[in-house]
């Protein structure tokens, strides 16, 4: 029997334990810490994803066959290192790896030495503030603000105005509005057209592409509103043709790998490449160094493989031979249940309410939520998502809001317009 430790706490998190409780591997999964919903296909456990003196000790102790990373943190602040000099096997890339979330301004230098299509940008420091707003002279409006490290997919502001721009630009650098995330700052010129999002597990030598999303960051309906970590996700994406796919693979997928190949810099877990169509053209925007979230939970559910062992073929770099994904043809579609009051301040520890029945191929996955006996609270700002799969994205969403009248919590909030461009 295989021993997993998973770390992370969210929905993606739940959606990756739900996947790997459908393994034909035999094995034994521990969340560390996992959230009041996990414990239904593993054991939590009372330390978190961050606490790598725990992980390792844990690790150690009982013998554990792998270990796989969820969210980003830990991988920009070295897990996957620690665990790799104990020996211990884990999917996720290493420290140097994960620099392409963990350093916006390093990505996007990568981007430009690779020849990969992104937008025009600069960096800049709280010493080169006066340069920044020169800078910001020369570029025509919207302006987009980036904080160089991770802010919980927080750290961009798109300005409508000048006077907004240098206004959160001067919050940012002098004000320190995302703390150390934002002491580097990012500029580039604003890019026009749809976003979307492309996954592919590595072992650094080959790749497996996943299942494509979209999903939707503003907190409010019609893409209003600051940015979230996401209030919804839609699989596939409806113009994600045979085309543009060619394109992205050829002009963004490979040319990744292969400048981390000629930078010998080691990289088995999963990249994220959040994308943007320009009258059909494919532009890089960011890369994240994990399976985004809410992404996961409509990519994991039509992937129609093995979870487990493809984690396991990543860390041992034995995926063989660059491919796609097989994937189910249905659609799936999640919306993210919120507290009230998020992305900024809110309540937690109100009682959540279920419904007793869901539909078939509907799903309630936990983000952030806890369980003490028998009852399930909210505990973050992203409580739910429920996730449905059906023949298309309008049948998925339906049964989906359908099962979300039927959740209560007190101040839930949750957008009802996601893949709304489609419908």
């Given amino acids: 029997m295989k021993k997993i430790l998973l770390l992370g706490s969210g929905g993606r998190e739940y959606t990756m334990a739900w996947k790997i409780s459908q393994s034909t591997i035999t094995h034994q999964l521990f969340i560390a810490p996992g959230n009041g919903g996990t414990h239904a296909f593993g054991t939590n456990l009372p330390f978190g994803y961050n606490d790598f003196d725990s992980i390792i000790g844990f690790a150690r102790k009982h013998s554990i066959d792998l270990v796989i990373a969820g969210p980003e943190e830990p991988l920009v602040n070295g897990i996957a290192d620690r665990l790799s000099t104990e020996g211990i096997l884990v999917c996720g890339p290493v420290a140097q790896a994960a620099m392409l979330e963990g350093s916006k301004s390093f990505a996007k230098d990568f981007m430009q030495a ?8 600069r960096a800049f420091e709280s010493r080169q503030i006066d ?16 904080a160089d490290g991770l802010a919980a997919g927080k750290g961009v502001v798109i300005c409508h105005t000048l006077t907004e721009a240098t206004d959160t630009l001067d919050a940012m650098l002098l004000g320190e509005q995302f703390g150390q995330a934002g002491r580097r700052v990012v500029i580039e010129e604003f890019l026009s057209g749809i976003e979307f999002s492309v996954f592919i597990a590595t072992d650094g030598a080959h790749y497996v592409l996943l299942p494509e999303a979209k999903d939707y960051k503003r907190i409010g309906e019609g893409d209003t509103g600051p940015n979230t970590g996401g209030m ?56 994240n160094c994990r399976l985004g979230d809410p ?10 493989e093995d979870f487990l ?19 189910t043809a ?41 369980r003490q006996a028998n009852l399930l609270t909210t505990s973050g700002g992203r409580v739910l998502a429920v996730t ?36």
């Fill in 295 to 304: 992404e996961t939970e409509v990519i994991l559910p039509r992937l129609d």
């Fill in 388 to 423: 449905s799969l059906a023949p298309d994205i309008r049948q998925a969403l339906q049964l989906s809001y359908s099962t979300i009248e039927h959740i209560t919590f007190e101040q839930m909030y949750y957008r009802r317009d996601i893949g709304y461009e489609f419908l």
């Fill in 330 to 370: 249905q659609a799936a579609a999640t919306v993210m249940v919120v507290s009230g009051g998020y992305p900024s301040t809110y309540q937690r520890g109100f009682p959540i309410t279920l419904p007793d029945t869901l539909p078939r191929d509907t799903h309630i996955i936990n983000a952030g939520t806890n």
């Fill in 232 to 287: 919804g996700a839609i699989s596939p994406v409806p113009f994600f043709n045979e085309s543009l796919r060619h394109k992205v693979i050829t002009r963004i997928i490979e040319p990744t790998l292969q400048g981390l190949r000629q930078r010998q810099i080691p990289y088995r877990g999963f990249i994220f490449f959040g994308l943007i169509s320009v009258a059909g053209e494919p532009y890089l925007i960011e890369y």
């Fill in 309 to 327: 062992q493809l984690c396991f073929d990543i860390a041992n770099g034995q995926l063989g031979s660059s491919r796609t994904a097989l994937a």
């Fill in 114 to 121: 690779m020849g990969i299509p992104t937008a025009a940008y």
């Fill in 131 to 146: 340069e920044a707003r020169q800078f910001l002279h020369t570029l025509t409006p919207p302006y987009v603000l980036k």
